[in-house]
């Protein structure tokens, strides 16, 4: 089944502690990212990647680090967490020539204490 | 620069009544426009697409219409039914940027 999974689903932490969430998708796709949802802003992207070992910025990415060492594996790493990070994560993928019909993964749901 | 700008929700309806929610774009180029819908607990999925002027997207019974001239993609259903309830976002891309701006969303509650 074509699918991105996305680990933790739900995580709750405390300031300051290093985490990573895990993208992982399964269809050979060239472009990945993520978003950060909030109520009533809608999706902002994060972090962007082409390809292999290509990543960009996109429009929130302070605070954030993310690499892509393998075609299928995006993860997110937040290196010192902080309370404004608190919020709903998506990791998406699509193909490069159609970067725009994305896949989206399940969701995590973060609270930072 | 690029934007969208959907109708406030909650939008509740009955089961059977007509839909539409509103989505208006701002963008110096020639975007495709998007309907992306998020059911409760999931990410979201491509509904609907047009990528350029006077396409129609539609699938599920869902309709929207690339308008050009006043820069809008309204999404409309004729009859929904209560799995209609979600949220669902607009959206548009410019090829040039590589990237999705997506509206704030809307949320969708249908009564049986």
């Known amino acids: 089944e074509a699918q991105v999974t996305q680990n933790p689903r739900y995580l709750i932490t405390v300031t300051g502690k290093k985490l990573t969430v895990t993208c992982s998708q399964n269809?050979?796709?060239?472009?990945m990212s993520w978003y950060r949802q909030d109520p009533g802003l809608g999706l902002r992207q994060i972090y962007y990647?082409?390809?292999?070992?290509?990543?960009d910025k996109g429009d929130v990415p302070e605070g954030y680090k993310v690499s892509r060492k393998e075609k299928r594996n995006f993860p997110l790493i937040l290196e010192s967490p902080s309370p404004n990070q608190t919020s709903l994560y998506f990791c998406?993928?699509?193909?490069?020539?159609?970067?725009?019909?994305?896949?989206f993964g399940p969701g995590t749901r973060l609270t930072v204490l | 620069g690029d934007s969208v700008t959907q109708m406030e929700g909650p939008v509740t309806l009955s089961e059977e009544a007509f839909l539409t929610i509103n989505c208006t774009y701002t963008?110096?180029?020639?975007?495709?426009l998007f309907w992306y819908v998020q059911y409760p607990g999931e990410g979201l999925q491509l509904l609907l697409k047009?990528?350029?002027?006077?396409d129609k997207g539609s699938n599920k019974g869902f309709e929207a219409t690339y308008r050009k001239e006043t820069t809008s993609f309204h999404l409309e259903k004729g009859s929904v039914q209560v799995s209609d309830s979600a949220v669902y976002f607009c959206?548009?891309?410019?090829?040039?940027?590589?990237?999705?701006?997506f509206g704030s969303g809307t949320r969708l509650s249908i009564r049986p």
């Open positions: 998406a993928s699509s193909s490069r020539d159609r970067y725009n019909e994305q896949f």
């Open positions: 269809m050979n796709h060239e472009y």
């Open positions: 990647s082409m390809n292999v070992e290509v990543t």
């Open positions: 963008a110096t180029g020639y975007p495709s």
């Open positions: 047009a990528t350029k002027a006077d």
């Open positions: 959206a548009l891309s410019d090829s040039s940027a590589s990237k999705i701006i």
